[in-house]
Nanobody
Framework: VQLQASGGGLVQAGDSLRVSCAAS????????MGWFRQAPGKEREFVAA????????YNSDSVKGRFTISRDNAKNTVFLQMNSLKPEDTAVYLC?????????????????WGQGTQVTVSS
């Protein structure tokens, strides 16, 4: 499966932004999906993940209550709605797909990656 993230941009602290990840291929609905982020000089960080059906989601503590992951299997797209953005949310946001069971939170368990979209939050 090929993934293409979009929707990033420059926003102010407190603003909202929704990033999307479009997938190619007819098997999108069989993959659990995740969002990660990576800031310069830092390791790739888990943000949120969603099961293949959309019935199970999991967020990292750093974004809990502010970010929401969702998916539309009919449109082969996964979304990350980001509210109350903070400067420390600044990073490249990457989507990933995994055939592993459960809701993996480590990058090593994901099979396919998109190229990422830059999100910059100014103070």
């Amino acid at each position: 499966v090929q993934l293409q993230a979009s929707g990033g941009g420059l926003v102010q602290a407190g603003d909202s932004l929704r990033v999307s990840c479009a997938a190619s291929g007819r098997t999108f609905s069989s993959y659990n999906m995740g969002w990660f982020r990576q800031a310069p000089g830092k390791e790739r960080e888990f943000v949120a993940a969603i099961s293949w059906s959309g019935s199970v989601t999991y967020n990292s503590d750093s974004v809990k209550g502010r970010f929401t992951i969702s998916r539309d299997n009919a449109k082969n797209t996964v979304f990350l709605q980001m509210n109350s953005l903070k400067p420390e949310d600044t990073a490249v946001y990457l989507c990933a797909a995994t055939s592993a069971s459960g809701i993996p939170t480590t990058p090593q368990r994901y099979d396919y990656w998109g190229q990422g979209t830059q999100v910059t939050v100014s103070s």
